[in-house]
């Protein structure tokens, strides 16, 4: 059952990533018009990307791996008991802490690993000089310049 987990979150993160793949190319197939070109000052090809939630996707797939860690720490901790009558209450006890820490670990890594997948376009850095001023004087000239970058 926990390699059947592990299996299908794996192929749900590989679905994200193709998914997201086709989607971009799909968008760089597409025609553009003439003012969407204009204001685009790079090129389909050439624009680049961030992952601007790449901070909380990682530390939310590795806090969620120690929950799925838990899951199996209480399940083994939990078949101990199983077999004593006495201990049937801990059993019960084990076993709720185990689906608990398995669900809260396994919603973390697929939080995790959407967070990981969102891509936001950046926009391209350049330098524009919006000030240039020379003032002569008597021993020489002064200079000035303001950019924006």
């Given at each position: ?46 624009q ?7 901070g ?29 009558f ?64």
């Open positions: 059952m926990k390699k059947l987990f592990v299996i299908l979150v794996l192929i749900f993160s590989v679905s994200l990533l193709f998914a997201e793949n086709e989607a971009t190319s799909s968008r760089n197939n597409n025609s553009v018009s003439p003012e969407q070109e204009k204001s685009s000052s790079l090129p389909n090809d050439q680049t990307y961030s992952r601007p939630y790449l909380w996707g990682i530390p939310a797939i590795i806090i969620g791996s120690m929950g799925i860690a838990g899951m199996i720490a209480f399940s083994t901790a939990a078949a101990s008991c199983y077999d004593d006495d201990h049937m209450g801990e059993w019960v006890e084990l076993s709720y802490a185990a689906a608990f820490s398995g669900l809260l670990g396994a919603g973390l890594i697929v939080s995790g690993a959407i967070f990981t997948t969102i891509k936001k376009p950046q926009k391209p850095k350049s330098v524009s000089v919006n000030n240039l001023s020379v003032s002569p004087t008597k021993n020489g000239v002064y200079a000035s310049a303001g950019f924006n970058f």
